[in-house]
């Protein structure tokens, strides 16, 4: 397989301990898995200098992150549908938006 030179996407620096989080710029979970598999990759192949790889590792340690987030959540909302009442009757509530 020829190889390729994978550069790190630009993600916002973590906030310190009270800041708000800039979001990853991902617009799906399929997104940010599909970008985290590239990075696995590209990091398995070892073609790039430490700074590019830690830049990399760092990139992904924040899509898979976030994407547990999202799993999460998703999680949450299905154990809310599946929710019945004494009645047998579905307990269904507004989930908060992110």
Known sequence: MASRKLEPARIEPESAPGEAKAPVSV???????????????????????LEESIA???????????SQEIL??????I???LGVDAQGKPVVREIEPD
């Open 27 to 49: 617009k799906s979970f399929e997104q940010a898995i599909s970008r985290l598999g590239e990075i696995v990759e590209s990091l398995e192949e070892g073609e790039q200098p």
């Open 56 to 66: 990399l590792f760092e990139e992904g340690m924040t899509l898979a992150k976030s």
């Open 79 to 81: 154990e809310e549908l």
């Open 72 to 77: 999460d959540r998703a999680e949450r909302r």
